[in-house]
């Protein structure tokens, strides 16, 4: 067991089909950002919504309590959110600044279902 003064050690969460070390406790994440932080404005941000999305104190009512301030179930989709943004912020930044769609726009699949311009019928 670590000493209660010792500094927080990093955590590992599964992100992408591979296991990563996070420079935070996920349950607890602090107000400030990590000093390595990539994206401090990103983290400010996710911090806010990860603390005000958090679960309804001295609910007393079904298992999956809600959250006190959407009234979804918790954890809510906004929390979910902040979880993830919280990750993203200290995830270093693509050398290239690369898209995540590399083919020109006129050359992607287009999703089944979706409305075009010009039907593509014989």
């Avoid at 679960?55 to 301030?69: F, N, Q, T």
């Avoid at 083919?103 to 409305?115: C, D, E, K, L, V």
């Amino acid at each position: 067991m670590a000493h209660p003064l010792a500094p927080p050690q990093p955590a590992a969460v599964w992100l992408a089909g591979h296991m990563i070390d996070i420079p935070f406790d996920p349950e607890d994440p602090p107000v400030e950002p990590p000093p390595d932080a990539p994206q401090p404005l990103l983290w400010s941000v996710a911090r806010q919504v990860f603390g005000d999305h958090d679960v309804l104190v001295g609910h007393s009512g079904p298992v999956v309590p809600p959250c006190r301030l959407c009234d979804e179930p918790w954890p809510c989709r906004a929390r979910r959110i902040a979880e993830r943004a919280l990750l993203a912020a200290c995830r270093p930044a693509q050398a290239d600044n690369a898209p995540i769609h590399k083919a020109p726009i006129h050359q992607r699949p287009i999703p089944m279902g979706t409305p075009t311009a010009v039907s593509r019928g014989g």
